[in-house]
């Protein structure tokens, strides 16, 4: 083996250039040349401080992978390659840039993931490196088939699906785009659950028909810890929210609406004390956390040296102890409480006269946990919902003392006007916000295309118009027709129905602008001039793949991400319906 040395400002990048020699002194030269990358990797090294620095160490590594193809020349295109660890170091150096601020580096890192297989076709590390950006690009379709193409199937499902695939699937307008691929994992998820509860018994009988008494234990273990698995609790509550919501995409009655809601909660088995988390988080790329769902978390994230990560080790989400870890733990299953707890919470929201409505004693003084997702929002984690139940109690607070059904009460109710009025305020404050936030987006389509239209769908905006706009247009028409309406409200309601009309017009408003918007970025995205570059220097990155197609590549992205965006606009158009 020959090296040959390139001094950079914090390390020594070493290139691999094949010798006359037996191919397996070549391919024992290889390896030891990526263990050393990977050593500098975990070690947070090089410290790179321009993104032209992090482009020419990825570029070197890719040269050096280029270099040692013949290696892997008699391989079947499913055996694991010579130097593909190379590839995803590559991926790093160049969303390291990205961070840095280079344009252009993350579609490049996409496009050499791809480039390597169309030789390594089932390659893990290359696939799930892929799958992780896809996801973070808004795009839960290609990560599916990423995933699919490893073959993940039986208790993968638990241990991988839903911490790859639903964060980012739920923080985005994609859940159309995601199709019948995506559907197939989710419904996996839970066939596989109900298959592992009906063969259980047999499996055990088995164990003691054959003498082997030492499985029993293991077999009782195995299945309590499927039955509390945290993602087949988290498949459930999301299941039953998309049946509620797909009922209250279309004009129905808050009555309907409420019976569904608690049919729902009726139905769903009873959370256990103890969850079970069994996601392998280890098999993700060291810049994809553990619920990262946006490629503008991509900064942070690379900063972190990837040997101190906590959810790498092996176990990490349900045997790690340190303080990071059961942060996690507790974040995950005060998320899944609430997503669980939906259903009630809307049946109370619409339905003055159930058992929740306007009782503090089940829902504390907001109605919501702080911050059950552990990002740091603090009191918006839960979206809208944090100022429309307050809202809720006060209006049906109302509403009872105006009909003399609770004049002991009356005194101590709440002002409705003020928690109306909160309403409001939150409303314009995020549809403001989120118009800032697209207009970056279309700002920067041309410069970097797939980044911005990822920010276009999603974070909250996505979330609001995906989900929330529907709970809110159904929660105010039910608090206005309960008042009596425009025309038909008491003298001591005639506050409180303005009020209703005020905030559904603010939610009308900027339903609509944001519609605007969204649709001018899909039209946009549809017209990305030709003269995009991507045969210019970058190109040299993928060139160790003749043929490949990078154009494809980006333009199927670019085509699901305008899914997304069309998705966003069908929803927000449905709620406008509701709400006209």
Not at 77 to 85: F, L, M, T
Not at 240 to 246: D, E, Q
Not at 281 to 290: H, I, K, M, Q, Y
Not at 466 to 471: F, P, R, V
Request: proline fraction near 5%; charged fraction near 20%.
């Amino acid at each position: 083996m020959m090296v040959q040395a390139h001094n950079h400002t914090t390390a020594c990048l070493v290139s691999y250039q094949p010798v006359p020699t037996d191919k397996r002194t070549q391919e024992a030269g290889l390896q030891a040349l990526s263990n050393g990358y990977q050593v500098e990797f975990e070690l947070g090294l090089p410290r790179h401080t321009s993104g032209d620095q992090a482009r020419g160490a990825a570029a070197a590594l890719l040269t050096t992978y280029a270099a040692a193809l013949p290696l892997s020349a008699g391989l079947d295109a499913k055996q694991r390659g010579h130097g593909e660890d190379l590839i995803t170091l590559a991926v790093t150096r160049l969303l390291q840039g990205h961070a840095l601020g280079l344009h252009g580096l993350l579609p490049s890192a996409l496009f050499v993931l791809e480039a390597a297989q169309t030789t390594r076709t089932s390659s893990a590390p290359l696939r799930l490196h892929a799958a992780a950006l896809y996801a973070l690009l808004g795009c839960p379709r290609a990560a599916a088939m990423q995933l699919e193409a490893l073959g993940v199937k039986q208790i993968l499902h638990d241990s991988m699906t839903a911490h790859w695939l639903l964060p980012a699937l739920l923080d985005t307008g994609a859940t159309a785009a995601a199709g019948e691929s995506l559907d197939m994992f989710l419904k996996a998820v839970l066939l596989l659950h109900d298959g592992h509860r009906k063969d259980s018994g047999e499996t055990l009988i088995a164990a003691f028909q054959h003498g082997s008494y030492s499985k029993v234990a293991e077999f009782v273990s195995f299945k309590e810890r499927l039955a509390a698995s945290h993602a087949l609790h988290v498949v459930r509550a999301e299941e039953a929210i998309r049946k509620l919501r797909l009922l209250a995409s279309s004009p129905v009655s808050p009555h309907t609406l409420v019976k569904a809601a608690r049919h729902l909660e009726e139905q769903a088995p009873p959370l256990p004390t103890c969850i079970s988390f069994n996601e392998d988080l280890g098999t993700r790329p060291a810049w994809f956390p553990p619920g990262a769902t946006s490629a503008s978390e991509l900064g942070p994230a690379l900063a972190l040296r990837p040997c101190g990560l906590w959810w790498r080790a092996p176990s990490a989400a349900s045997r790690a102890t340190c303080a990071e870890a059961q942060a996690w733990r507790s974040a995950q299953r005060a998320k899944l409480e609430w997503r669980r707890g939906l259903p009630r919470m809307l049946a109370a929201a619409l339905d003055g006269a159930g058992p929740d409505a306007g009782s503090e004693d089940a829902e504390g003084d907001s109605g919501l946990r702080a911050d059950p997702a552990g990002n740091g929002n603090g009191k918006y984690a839960h979206g809208i919902w944090e100022v429309l139940m307050p809202a809720a109690r006060a209006c049906w607070a109302a509403l009872r003392c105006e009909a003399g059904t609770e004049a002991p009460k009356c005194t101590a109710a709440p002002p409705a006007c003020a928690a109306l009025s909160a309403v409001i305020s939150w409303l314009q404050v995020r549809f403001s916000a989120w118009s800032d936030r697209l207009e970056v987006a279309q700002q920067g389509l041309v410069n970097d295309p797939l980044l911005h239209l990822s920010l276009a769908i999603s974070g909250g905006h996505a979330r609001f118009v995906a989900e929330e706009a529907l709970w809110a247009a159904h929660a105010l028409k039910a608090w206005l027709a309960a008042a009596g309406g425009a025309q038909g409200a008491s003298d001591g309601n005639l506050d409180m129905c303005a009020d209703i009309q005020r905030a559904l017009s603010c939610l009308r408003e900027g339903l609509g602008s944001l519609r605007e918007v969204l649709e001018a970025l899909s039209l946009a995205a549809a017209q990305l001039p030709d003269a995009y570059d991507l045969a210019g220097a970058d190109a040299k990155l993928w060139g160790f793949a003749p043929g490949y197609d990078a154009r494809l590549v980006h333009d199927t992205t670019v085509a699901e991400q305008r899914q997304g965006l069309e998705q966003l606009q069908a929803q927000a158009a449905s709620v406008l319906r509701i709400l006209d």
